[in-house]
């Protein structure tokens, strides 16, 4: 294939300030141990690949910020439970939620709350959470992307990453 026959791709990055969501959780590290309850303030990032097109754009990724920030706000101020945990099981009431570790009931009000189909709430497991979500968002998947890949971090210097690549 001639240079000029290929795709001219690029890679925008996304990291924006405002692109972030504040939970509650704790880390499940064996059936036995976990950490106490605790919150952090995320904040997410993404690298995007796809064609420019002929006005030099690769889209509006206005969009994906957008998508992001819909993500984050459906996050933001909730305790987030893992369901998917092998450690963790859950009971849900119209009014509360029950969580069972070991020997622990860890009882919260159901408003606050999200059930969120992860193993554990790590920044593995919300950086792949996020992907899924953005890879099958209708703003998205309609466009030509090549690559994704999302990152959150819990603080500086500690994040996690999932990618996706086009076969």
Not at 7 to 35: C, G, M, Q, V
Not at 66 to 81: A, G, K, Q, W
Request: hydrophobic content about 40%; overall charge negative; glycine content about 2%.
């Amino acid at each position: 294939m001639t240079a000029a026959a290929r795709p001219r791709l690029s890679t925008i990055d996304i990291a924006k300030h405002a692109l972030n969501f504040s939970i509650a959780h704790f880390t499940i590290f064996s059936a036995t141990e976990r950490e106490n309850l605790h919150g952090h303030n995320f904040q997410v990032e993404c690298s995007l690949t796809a064609p420019v097109n002929e006005d030099g754009l690769v889209f509006d990724y206005g969009i994906v910020k957008s998508i992001i920030r819909e993500l984050c706000d459906r996050l933001d101020e909730h305790v987030v439970l893992p369901t998917q945990s092998p450690f963790l099981s859950i009971e849900e009431t119209e009014e509360r939620v029950t969580a069972r570790f070991a020997d622990e009931e860890i009882v919260f009000l159901r408003r606050d709350v999200l059930l969120l189909p992860i193993r554990n709430t790590t920044v593995e497991e919300l950086s792949h959470w996020f992907l899924n979500q953005m890879l099958t968002h209708p703003d998205l998947s309609s466009r030509e992307l090549t690559e994704l890949i999302v990152r959150v971090s819990s603080s500086p210097g500690q994040s996690g990453s999932a990618s996706w690549r086009a076969t």
